[in-house]
């Protein structure tokens, strides 16, 4: 099977309102780089020039209560990927190691190929953190709060 650049994986970086493939590892995938995932990570990238990819990945190692679910943990990671933040939790890989599930965008994420993203979460031992439909829309942000001013 040959690995191809297409039109379905996107390439560079997204701004705030751009899109981010969302992946899962394959079965062949480098123990190390498998390790530093760790089970059930979500995975956000793109593709580069070179045909490598560059992924940022959330696995909550840290058990935050925030990131418990599978779709929260993919959303922490496109956000430091649009940001480009600091962070441990990127590199940049071979795409081979890995199968593009969906997308992920500012709006929300759409899932394409979910028996797979199920395989990788059973895998994990983390099917109870799978998303329940293959479209998860944000909520949109609160409005900000009012501030009255006193009459003192």
Wanted: no cysteine; proline share 7%.
């Amino acid at each position: 099977m040959s690995i191809t650049f297409g039109q379905d994986l996107p390439q560079e970086r997204p701004d705030a309102d751009g899109r981010a493939a969302l992946f899962v590892p394959k079965a062949d995938i480098k123990v190390d780089v498998l390790e530093t995932l760790r089970k059930g990570a979500a995975v956000v990238g793109f593709g580069n020039h070179d045909r490598s990819v560059t992924i940022y990945y959330e696995s909550n190692r840290f058990n935050e209560p925030n990131l418990a679910k599978w779709e929260q943990k993919a959303r922490k990671a496109y956000e430091r990927l649009v940001e480009n933040l600091p962070t441990t939790s990127k590199m940049q890989t071979k795409l081979e190691y890995f199968e593009q599930v969906g997308y992920i965008s500012g709006k929300g994420i759409s899932i394409r190929r979910m028996e797979s993203l199920k395989r990788w979460l059973e895998y994990s031992d983390a099917m109870d953190t799978a998303p329940a439909t293959e479209n998860v829309t944000w909520a949109p942000p609160a409005p900000p709060k009012k501030s009255i001013a006193s009459d003192a």
